[in-house]
Structures are given as structure tokens and as C-alpha cells.
């Protein structure tokens, strides 16, 4: 039986991901995995790349727990840091160790975002992520920290609650699903994950339900999003990887929804655009690209990956090298 059986998880694209990644990998490369999970691509990256460590990135204790026993056969190649990713910068700036030295020495080699909710989290019913289990509405990825689930649908205001569901999870029925949730809520605050679904259903109208999927998947994504403050730390990561980067040194991104892939596909023009003039036969100095392309367009899983593995259907991919300093 295989590591990757044993845990039960299958990373999405891992081949690929180690193929764009490779250019920018020699000898002490360091990669950032900077959404670790149960560790499959890194597990991957360690055993296609020899010579390479890996720092492992996630705000879950648990998943870091379980990813680092995993990843004991690698020794010091590998090294965890607990933090949000948007928040990596300071954390590896003042982590002990052969990898941060190498970072701090020469910069990162690649680095890995797998975006959204890992496998492993959707797996733990305890966690709240999934709408098909009764669970309490939690949805934390770092269990220690934040607001949770119920307590967005027990305070936010029906504005609040509508604007919530319907940018983040492009909800038709955002407004009535906001009002529905105040009225009960006043009957009984929210604290489990199937009174929530019971009133999705009650409030979605029947012909919807019937071809729209399930009817608690956008408003469970909504509030995850909410929960876990996911686009600002996207938004707010991109400044910080690039920083990190070495010259050659590559980034990638793996987006599951359409608000993700958005925001990345946004800051990735903004880079690898020049910034000198249109109409200049040349860039001029201080101007041109930082940053070019490593993917064309936004690159999805074969189909027979996802035949394999379901959860890749939805992902889209896209990457960038550093040109400059």
C-alpha cells in the first residue's frame, strides 16, 4: 500500500506541478508548499527532487501535525511553519533552521498554493465543512482562532449575511436565505450544520434544488470564505511570494473557485505586464516585466484525472517566473 493510500488523499495535478516547478529547482532549492494539507505534493516535490527541501506552509495544527509525521522519512528536508500563508514572510524571517537560512541566503526556488479547502479538512466531519454530515458550524481552518460559522449566521445583519452569500458563494437567493436565517435565529441561535441545510431547503424554491446541486454547497462555501478571511490573504500573499522569489524562482497557483482564480489571474497581468508606455518601440528602463508567464491561460486537469480523482475537475492553474530583482 502506498503513503498516499495510507492517508487517503490524492493531491490534484501533482505531476504537473512538479513539471512547472522543475526549471527553477538545482541543488539546496528550497520550495514553499504554502498550503500544505495532508502533505501530498510535498511528498511528491521530496521524492522527484533529491536535492530540494521543502517548507511546509498551513494555519491547521492539526494538518501539520499529521503532514509532519508523514514527512518524518525525509528528515530535515522538510520543515513546518504554522502560520496563514499571507502571513509566511515574518514567520520564515524568524524560523531556526537549514531551510530559512537557505531562503534568507539566496531566496525561494518555487512555491506551491493550492487554494480553498483541503481533502483532509472536508474529510473531518467534526470541522463543519461538509453540508452532508451534521457537524457544528464551524469551518475554522486554524480551530484556535477566529470567528466561527455559527457566529457569522447568529450576528452579521440580513446586509451583512446577503452580501456574505451572495459574493462568495454567488447565491440567487442571498437576501431570502439572509432574512430566513434571522427569523430562526431568533427562535434558536445556529450551532450544527443540519438545521442550517433544513432551512437551505425549506427556503431554495423546488425547481432550483432540482438542477442547481446541492442547495447548501454555495452558502457552506460563502460562509467558509467569511470564515477563514481566504480572498484577503489571497490578495495579500502575491506581494509577499514574489518578494521571496529568487530570480528564476516560479510560483503557482491552483484556484477551485471563480472568485480565487479572479483574483490571481488579476495579479499575475499586473506583473508580467510592461509598464512603459503603449506605443514605445522598446521598454524603457525600470519599466519592463518583472515576471513572465509559465502557463497559457488558465491550465485544468485531463479528464482522466479527474475520472481518477473527482476533486480536480474544478481547479485551474496558472504560473509565473521571476525575470529580475
Wanted: no cysteine.
Amino acid at each position: 500500500m502506498t503513503n498516499q493510500q495510507v492517508h487517503g488523499h490524492v493531491p490534484v495535478m501533482r505531476e504537473r506541478m512538479a513539471e512547472l516547478l522543475a526549471p527553477a529547482v538545482g541543488t539546496d532549492a528550497v520550495l514553499i508548499d504554502a498550503t500544505l494539507g495532508a502533505g501530498g505534493h510535498t511528498e511528491h516535490f521530496l521524492t522527484t527532487f533529491p536535492g530540494a527541501r521543502v517548507i511546509g506552509v498551513d494555519r491547521d495544527p492539526n494538518a501539520l501535525a499529521e503532514a509532519t509525521e508523514r514527512l518524518a522519512p525525509f528528515g530535515d528536508r522538510f520543515a513546518a511553519v504554522q502560520a496563514r500563508f499571507d502571513e509566511m514572510g515574518e514567520a520564515i524571517a524568524a524560523a531556526e533552521g537549514e531551510a530559512f537560512d537557505l531562503v534568507r541566503a539566496n531566496g525561494v526556488a518555487g512555491a506551491l498554493f493550492d487554494l480553498g479547502v483541503s481533502s483532509m479538512q472536508l474529510d473531518q466531519a467534526e470541522r463543519g465543512f461538509a453540508y452532508r454530515v451534521d457537524a457544528p458550524l464551524d469551518m475554522r481552518m486554524d480551530p484556535t482562532h477566529g470567528i466561527t460559522a455559527a457566529e457569522v449566521l447568529n450576528t452579521y445583519s440580513h446586509g451583512e449575511l446577503a452580501h456574505v452569500l451572495k459574493t462568495y458563494g454567488d447565491e440567487r437567493f442571498a437576501g431570502k436565505i439572509a432574512a430566513a436565517v434571522i427569523k430562526e435565529r431568533e427562535r434558536e441561535p445556529f450551532t450544527t450544520s443540519a438545521r442550517l441545510v433544513e432551512l437551505l431547503y425549506d427556503t431554495i424554491p423546488a425547481a432550483t434544488r432540482r438542477t442547481g446541486g446541492h442547495p447548501a454547497k454555495r452558502t457552506f462555501q460563502a460562509l467558509r470564505v467569511e470564515v477563514n478571511g481566504e480572498l484577503d490573504a489571497i490578495r495579500n500573499v502575491v506581494p509577499v511570494i514574489t518578494d521571496l522569489l529568487a530570480v528564476g524562482g516560479r510560483v503557482v497557483f491552483m484556484s477551485y473557485q471563480s472568485h480565487e482564480d479572479k483574483i490571481i489571474k488579476s495579479a499575475l497581468r499586473e506583473l508580467t505586464t510592461s509598464k512603459t508606455p503603449p506605443g514605445l518601440p522598446m521598454d524603457l528602463p525600470g519599466t519592463e516585466a518583472k515576471f513572465a508567464l509559465i502557463t497559457h491561460g488558465a491550465e485544468q486537469a485531463s479528464k482522466e484525472e479527474i475520472e481518477r480523482n473527482p476533486r480536480a475537475a474544478p481547479v485551474r492553474v496558472r504560473g509565473i517566473k521571476k525575470l529580475s530583482a
